[in-house]
């Protein structure tokens, strides 16, 4: 695996390390040993699949508040996404900036987002699916969310999105 640090503490693109041959390829898209050679401490105790009917989709941007924040390692197995982290940890230089990165089933790249972000993104093709490998267990009472288009943000999505779940287009402006 390679790790590529973006411009928010923690967060990583994680592309494979493909080896190919007349059978086709192989890559490892996850292990323990390399994350912690990379820095990173995760564990996964649990894994989710988000499957999208139709492109323009937009989940998200949602978080888990301590004390579960939920570390996260997102990769598209189907499809092709733009999948986004928000810095909402108010202690980070990076504190409310945003990065992102195309996922698709063809790149078989991965995205590593830390407790304290926010991750949300939106589907660039129909019958798109995202795989997420959880670093904590969903624990409903204390899921939240941030709106996609918040100010606060400004995040420069590639389109508008054509379907959004109510809860996700109503979140309340984030309060810093």
Known sequence: MIFCPTDLPGVMVV????????????????????????????????????????RGTLRGLHYQAAPAGEPKLVRCTRGAVFDVAVDLRPQSPSYCRWAATELSADSGRALFIPEGCAHGFLTLADASEVFYQMGAAYAPALARGVR?????????????????????????????
Do not use: M
């Open 148 to 176: 996609w288009n918040d100010p606060a943000f400004a995040i420069a999505w590639p389109f508008a999105p054509e379907v959004i779940a109510p809860r996700d287009a109503a979140w309340a402006d984030f309060a810093r």
């Open 15 to 54: 592309d494979l390390e493909v080896r190919g041959d007349e059978r086709g390829s192989f890559a490892r898209t996850y292990c323990a040993d390399e994350f912690t050679l990379a820095g990173i401490a995760f564990t996964t105790v649990q894994c989710n699949l988000s499957r999208n009917i139709r």
